[in-house]
């Protein structure tokens, strides 16, 4: 399963939820006729439970969407604060230069020296930009995710290379 972000609040009365997305093309969603549900991130494929999407939209800062058979505030409310995804086949595809935060997840990142800096573990959104968490041992880096410090990914080759000193 891939998440794609986390239901936060409920939005108005009529059972809309505003949604984090973890990513910045919340709209492309779209295109997905379901979303799946989990209390936990972790949890096997399985134990996601599917919603029929209805509709989302973009609304000021931040994204909201309605999902069938959750027609009420009271119905939003008891969905929590759980985590939405979908099974990869169910994804659109990613355009050129765009990722999947899961796509990144243990990709190895060098420097332009061509030093080892460590494996991404995972990912962190900071309202700015998304951090590369990247662990080498004991170490652990955080690379902003920017045009700036990250030059290349291959995800096929399993690679990323950043403009990073081994030393920071």
Not at 33 to 58: N, R, Y
Not at 129 to 145: D, K
Request: hydrophobic share 45%; net charge negative.
């Amino acid at each position: 399963m891939i998440v794609l972000g986390r239901i936060v609040a409920p939005f108005g009365v009529h059972g809309w939820l505003r949604v984090h997305p973890f990513g910045d093309d919340p709209e492309a969603w779209r295109k997905m006729p379901q979303w799946w549900l989990s209390g936990d991130a972790e949890a096997p494929a399985d134990s996601w439970k599917v919603h029929d999407l209805e509709a989302i939209k973009l609304h000021g800062d931040g994204v909201v969407a309605k999902l069938a058979g959750i027609d009420s505030r009271d119905a939003s409310e008891a969905l929590g604060s759980c985590y939405f995804g979908a099974p990869r086949d169910a994804l659109p595809l990613p355009g050129a230069g765009e990722f999947y935060w899961a796509d990144l997840v243990g990709l190895d990142v060098t420097n332009l020296q061509d030093q080892p800096l460590g494996r991404v573990k995972s990912l962190i959104e900071t309202g700015a930009n998304q951090v590369l968490v990247v662990v080498e041992g004991e170490r652990e880096r955080l690379l902003p995710f920017v045009g700036q410090v990250v030059k290349a990914v291959d995800v096929p080759g399993g690679t990323i290379i950043a403009d990073w000193d081994s030393d920071w």
